[in-house]
């Protein structure tokens, strides 16, 4: 999949992952290969991801922010917590 994640500021990741977990509005979830479709709302919590092949793992403090999914593409609109 896909990644972008970005704040107003600067471009926080971009690049290939196998999973990701994020904050939204009525609880955390997941995101793994060919998800449906989905627009949500983020939260206060961390953003963390699976990056494909070196299998990494890397996260976010956020404050709020929107995630996007569809066909394998995520993009994900974030305030960072400062």
Partial sequence: ???EIISPEK???EGECEMVQVPGAKGSFQILNMHAP???T???GNIRIRT??????K???IDSGVVECHD???IILVEAAA
């Fill in 1 to 3: 999949m896909n990644i």
């Fill in 11 to 13: 471009s926080l990741f």
């Fill in 38 to 40: 989905i627009i949500s």
């Fill in 42 to 44: 983020l939260v206060k």
């Fill in 52 to 57: 494909s092949g070196t299998k990494q793992e």
């Fill in 59 to 61: 996260s976010w403090e």
């Fill in 72 to 74: 394998n593409k995520i």
